[in-house]
């Protein structure tokens, strides 16, 4: 039903655009071939969802169907609303004109304002043309982002400790082995003591690394890698034929972590010993606000560290920090997190400013948070879901680097 008002809504939209084209255009062939590639973007994405799609989700045509669709819609909306405020202008002066009398006895709306239509044009290819880059280009543009957190209790074994955090993979939606290879020699190239992979391996299904393991076992670190599942990880978003059958991908997705070197923690920890020093390592399985997956279990995983143990935690979803883990009597210094992918759209000036709608959704949606003096990193992740691209938001590498003593020291 609510595919069936999307389109409804498309083309209604699509209507008034074509009327406020023509009109600002004058040119009745400019606004037509604008009305039939429109239609033909919506038919082609029509077309990609009544094909099967085993994988499920935006993959595939599917999400670059989904991708030139968002582009069109949003431009035309921008133009719509440009367009109609004006109209509402247009009527507002002609009812006056009218009851004032200053007018002929005939309702006449006044002729749209030519240089108005034109800024509004102006105005809505930017998101179009932003939408369209940020499938090509824009979803492989990484980012490698550094940040030092100082801690008076660090272990001083441990002063300088470089992390190296990645998440939200989703390698379902991969489509470039060159550009994935570049993303993981940048992993590599920071050359930290350690890299902590924060959860969503793949978009459903464990085969969606079958062409992808053997370039993301490439990952290296002196301390090896560790890692941690997300919500997308336990196939809850895909029809399964049994419930063994799910149970079995989740099985098979281990088994894929434990192929790459990664060591995969399942409400555990490890502890990390440095000249007879040591930090604990903590990962927690998925646990999210609303109706995501709530298997985790920072109890669990923390029983058997001392609350003097310095710890960094590994949390795929950052809610979990704020229903629990920053309160939690056992101090957590450090968690890392990824699960909202900046919603991959947004706009971002390093150090001064940063807004996405994912923003209205969660309080901590991307980068350093600190309150009573524990840190948690939301990771804008690696990798892309639905829309096949990033705008403003980029993939991200964190690198965050520990070190002892206070940072006005």
């Known amino acids: 039903m609510r595919w069936i008002i999307f389109i409804i809504f498309y083309i209604l939209v699509d209507l008034y655009a074509y009327q406020a084209i023509r009109a600002i255009t004058k040119n009745n062939i400019v606004s037509l071939a604008y009305i039939i ?44 609303i440009f367009m109609f405020g004006e109209d509402l202008v247009r009527i507002f002066m002609a009812s006056y004109s009218k009851l004032s009398g200053s007018s002929s006895s005939s309702f ?11 800024i509004a044009l102006g105005i809505a290819a930017i998101p179009f043309l932003s939408l369209l880059y940020g499938m090509y280009w824009g979803k492989y543009n990484y980012k490698v982002l550094k940040y030092v957190l100082y801690f008076d209790d660090l272990p001083s074994a441990f002063d300088g400790y470089r992390i190296t955090q990645i998440s939200d993979v989703h390698s379902g939606s991969f489509d470039n082995h060159e550009k994935i290879k570049y993303g993981v020699d940048l992993i590599n190239e920071q050359e930290s003591d350690i890299v902590l992979f924060t959860g969503d391996l793949v978009n459903n299904k464990a085969e969606e690394m079958d062409t992808w393991k053997s370039t993301f076992a490439q990952i290296s670190a002196k301390d090896g890698v560790f890692s941690v599942l997300g919500n997308h990880d336990y196939g809850d978003y895909v029809q399964w034929e049994s419930d063994a059958a799910r149970i079995a991908n989740i099985e098979d997705l281990k088994a894929v972590h434990a192929d790459m070197g990664w060591d995969l923690l399942l409400n555990e920890h490890r502890f990390l010993e440095r000249n007879g020093e040591r930090i604990a390592l903590v990962g927690v399985e998925n646990w999210g606000a609303g109706g995501f997956k709530k298997k985790g279990d920072l109890d669990l995983a923390g029983k058997g560290v001392a609350k003097e143990d310095f710890k960094v935690l590994m949390s795929h979803d950052p809610s979990y920090w704020q229903e629990k883990i920053k309160s939690d009597p056992n101090h957590y210094h450090l968690t890392l997190s990824g699960h909202t992918h900046g919603m991959q759209f947004g706009i971002e000036i390093p150090g001064w400013f940063k807004w996405s709608p994912v923003s209205y959704r ?41 070190r002892k003593g206070s940072k006005l020291a």
């Open 37 to 80: 590639i429109s239609l033909l973007v919506l038919g082609n994405f029509i077309y990609q969802f009544v094909q099967p799609n085993p994988s499920g989700g935006f993959t595939g045509g599917r999400g670059y169907a989904l991708g030139v669709v968002l582009a069109f819609m949003a431009g035309k909306l921008i133009l719509t």
């Open 362 to 402: 969660y309080e901590n949606w991307a980068g350093i948070y600190e309150e009573f003096g524990r840190y948690i990193n939301v990771n804008r992740g690696f990798g892309y879901l639905a829309y096949p691209g990033r705008v403003g938001i980029w993939p991200e590498v964190s690198v965050i680097e520990l």
């Open 108 to 118: 006449e709306l006044p002729e749209r304002r030519k240089f108005l239509g034109q």
